[in-house]
């Protein structure tokens, strides 16, 4: 058996195997809610300990938000084939593989020891490259704007781990800068926030959430309009159909705890004069 690769990451960067192992272990299933057989392959070529953050992490909930993104982002290509997906703070996500078109160019952005470790696996091509920055910052932004548009953001299970001001001022920058790209998102609301920061503290984790957002549409104010709206128990309607039984079932079940834990919203960055400047959005519920 071939060596596997050692990841040396930082504590936020390391949660990336929590939804690379849910996205592996449900390839596994008979009947999955998404096939990404190559998170399996990724999986078994990492030296990390899997028993970390305890078994089942993540779990349905991971792959659920996973795949209402992929979802959307399917809608988006049919409409745009050749349009461009920038995936902020991909880890080892293979979204690229569970729906390339042919046609689609990619930006897998990430920080630079994230990046480090994606490119044991992966490499740069003429539709996709990886950009190794922080979602913070400002340069990747014109990096991106060289690939044809229309575009797609996605931020996934990212930017909770960042502060408030610094999400806000990044939703606006981007809004500014590509008016009419999408933006899918994943948010939590204060009730979740705290039981996650008691989860991490049970388990010793050191990455700790740092941004709750009780109601995405204050993120209008960072120049964003709100499309469609899911939660893990409420996909869009027209993705419901395709789920394995399990889920079309269970799920609505599982309402009352979970369909208030998580949001997942698609934005439409509106008109460079809706959003404040950059850096000055107001913080949600501020006055
Ligand atoms: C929970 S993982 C999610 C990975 C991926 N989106 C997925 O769904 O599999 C969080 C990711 O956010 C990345 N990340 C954290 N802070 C970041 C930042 N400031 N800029 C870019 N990526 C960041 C981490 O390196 C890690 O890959």
């Given at each position: 058996m071939a060596a596997r690769q050692q990841a040396r990451l930082g504590a936020v960067q390391e949660t990336l195997f929590i939804t690379l192992a849910a996205r592996a272990a449900e390839s596994q299933r008979k009947h999955p809610v998404l096939r990404d057989p190559r998170a399996v392959e990724l999986l078994r070529s990492v030296d990390y300990d899997a028993a970390k953050y305890g078994p089942g992490a993540g779990g349905f909930v991971t792959v659920l938000r996973t795949a209402i993104i992929d979802f959307w982002v399917r809608g988006f290509l049919a409409a745009h084939p050749g349009g461009t997906v920038v995936e902020l703070g991909t880890g080892l996500n293979t979204r690229f593989e569970r729906v390339?078109?042919?046609?689609v160019h990619w930006l897998d952005l990430d920080l630079p020891d994230t990046i480090d470790l994606r490119r044991k696996f992966f490499a740069d091509t003429g539709r996709r490259r990886m950009v190794a920055a922080?979602?913070?910052?400002?340069?990747w932004l014109p990096e991106a704007a060289r690939s044809p548009g229309p575009y797609f953001f996605v931020a996934e299970g990212v930017l909770v781990y960042l502060p408030q001001d610094q999400v806000l001022a990044t939703l606006a920058r981007i809004a500014q800068r590509f008016p009419g790209a999408l933006l899918a998102l994943d948010t939590y609301p204060g009730r979740t926030f705290e039981q996650q920061h008691r989860l991490a503290a049970r388990k010793g984790m050191d990455a700790r959430w740092a941004w709750a957002c009780d109601d995405p549409r204050s993120l209008e104010r960072s120049g964003l309009e709100v499309r469609q709206s899911a939660t893990l128990t409420r996909p869009p309607r027209d993705m419901r159909a395709e789920l394995p039984a399990r889920y079309r079932y269970l799920v609505p079940l599982a309402d009352p705890l979970l369909g208030k834990s998580m949001d997942l919203t698609l934005f439409r960055a509106s008109s460079?004069?809706?959003?404040?400047?950059?850096?000055t959005a107001r913080a949600p519920g501020a006055a």
């Open positions: 390339d078109n042919g046609r922080s979602v913070l910052d400002e340069g460079p004069a809706a959003a404040g400047p950059a850096g």
